[in-house]
């Protein structure tokens, strides 16, 4: 429990810094800056799919993480919400990238504008679980997430089992995916099709 954030704290300390990322939540003032990056990289990433599916023969993979309709809150303001309500430290943001990233390899899932929302809710639940000494219920981050507890239960368990229970993040993986995010949301390309968000060994490729 907050293995993540005891051992980025030695390491790059300037560079978590600047995310928001070193120390805990009471020692950061304001929004952290991984915030705003990983919302900047989704919404390219959502983008980017929702134009390939437009003009190309590429099929969704619809899965319990579809809604209806889009909801009414842009990613940056669901993950501000989030962070705000939840009291979860802000490397578990993070590490919820990296879980969304294992899913996507696992289910060959798009990311869009009706899933989106649904796979942050879940994947910074299980994170702040698995990496934060407290955390709230399912049922308070079912209303956080504008969803019903027994939806939210059930995206929990299809969760887990995509990942199959894998949720262990080395501090090597944990560094090349806050690069990742600096190098990618800052404006630069987006390097590849996002049909999914790099996984760790093509990280480990490009570093």
Sequence with gaps: MGTVTIETDSLCSKEYAALG????????????????????????????????????????????FHGLSEPSLSIEQYIDRIFKYSCCSPSCFVIAHIYIDRFMQRTNLLLNSLNIHRLLITSVMVAAKFIDDSFFNNAYYARVGGLSTAELNKLEMKFLFSLDFRLHVSVQTFRKYCALLKREAAGGPIERSITRVWSGRELAEQS
């Design 21 to 64: 990322l070193k120390g805990s939540r009471k020692d950061n003032i304001g929004k952290p800056g991984v915030l705003s990056l990983l919302s900047t990289f989704l919404e390219r990433s959502v983008q980017e799919n929702e134009r390939t599916m437009a003009t190309s023969d590429t099929k969704d993979v619809i899965t319990v």
